[in-house]
């Protein structure tokens, strides 16, 4: 008996095969402060020509990201490194899971030139987690880190990377390369994990952000949630605190969309005055920089952000030394 593989009319896999099996979810119609344009641009489509000639894979795209036309129309794109297949499958993410493919090696050039010719101030740059590497990526982020100082000297590097988890050694790596900002989101609180963020452990991601500081003390720290996932308030409350523990100086909170109905529901849209409450609130626990709003995403406003964030760390150095005077 011979059986023939059919490679060419085969069906194309699906985005998420390990979400075809869940039941169709209720989709939440979005609320009026929710609601973003389509992107039409001229600097939208001249940043979309930019990455697609460098052949580069942006978050943007991959995780449908609201305010896509508002970055691109100014220059401003996260690159995402090491593929588009994530080895994860995370409840809320649009990311497709699979088994990546290999490192491309002349990725951190092209993420370079593409920096270079963005003529970019500042770059944000995350990646898929590729549990099936040794280290996790952490040598691929260094590599793209030098890449980019090489060829923009002047541009500031926010990075926004996966956990690492039992990667010994590779968060050391990338801490070593200097960029300007670490981010790593929590994603959602505790309570949540074991159904939204599955393949992660809370504590582990916390201790992370700890450890960077005591690595080097002067790269600022980051993280992010999303709400509406069907946490309490007091929950979230605490979350500020564990971040604050960990001396994280940024955090970021905006709603969870849900991508598909596959994917794990919208539970509430809240509010942006119950946003504006949450930012006071963080301000209040110490945090530098806090960004909370409906649209609010890890690397929207970043640039802007990070000048924020070094002043405010001035001001407090300096309100420092003034007591001590």
Not at 32 to 60: F, H, M, Q
Not at 101 to 114: C, H, I, S
Not at 152 to 169: V, Y
Not at 192 to 213: E, M, W
Request: hydrophobic content about 40%; aromatic content about 6%; glycine content about 6%.
């Amino acid at each position: 008996m011979v059986t023939v593989l059919d490679t060419v009319s085969a069906r194309p896999r699906p985005r998420h095969p390990e979400k075809a099996h869940r039941p169709d979810q209720e989709v939440m119609r979005k609320p009026d402060w929710i609601r973003v344009k389509a992107p039409t641009s001229k600097g939208y489509l001249e940043t979309r020509e930019i990455v697609k000639s460098n052949k580069l894979v942006t978050v943007c795209e991959e995780a449908g990201c609201p305010n896509i036309g508002e970055c691109w129309d100014k220059k401003h794109a996260t690159f995402m490194i090491m593929g588009e297949i994530c080895t994860r499958a995370c409840a809320f993410c649009n990311v497709a899971t699979g088994i990546p493919g290999p490192l491309d090696p002349q990725e951190p050039a092209n993420v370079a030139k593409a920096v270079r010719e963005m003529g970019l101030s500042h770059v944000v740059i995350t990646s898929v987690d590729r549990d099936d590497l040794a280290d996790g990526g952490a040598q691929h982020f260094a590599d793209v880190i030098h890449a980019v100082r090489a060829a923009s000297p002047a541009t500031t590097i926010e990075i926004l990377t996966p956990d690492f988890l039992r990667k010994d050694g590779a968060l050391e790596v990338v801490v070593a390369a200097r960029p300007d900002v670490f981010n790593h989101n929590l994603e959602t609180v505790p309570s949540k994990y074991l159904t939204v963020r599955p393949g992660a452990r809370y504590f582990h991601s916390i201790r992370l952000l700890q450890r960077v500081k005591e690595i080097d003390p002067t790269i600022f720290t980051k993280s992010g949630i999303m709400v509406g996932l069907g946490e309490e308030r007091n929950e979230v409350l605490q979350l500020m605190d564990d971040l604050r523990s960990a001396d994280v100086d940024f955090i970021t909170i905006g709603q969870y969309l849900q991508p598909t109905r596959k994917h794990h529901p919208v539970k509430k849209f809240v509010t942006p005055e119950e946003f504006k409450a949450y930012e006071t609130i963080a301000y209040t626990k110490g945090f530098l920089m806090v960004s909370s709003s409906p649209l609010t995403r890890s690397s929207h406003h970043a640039g802007e952000d990070f000048a924020r964030l070094r002043a405010a760390r001035e001001a407090r150095l300096q309100a420092a030394a003034a007591k001590t005077a």
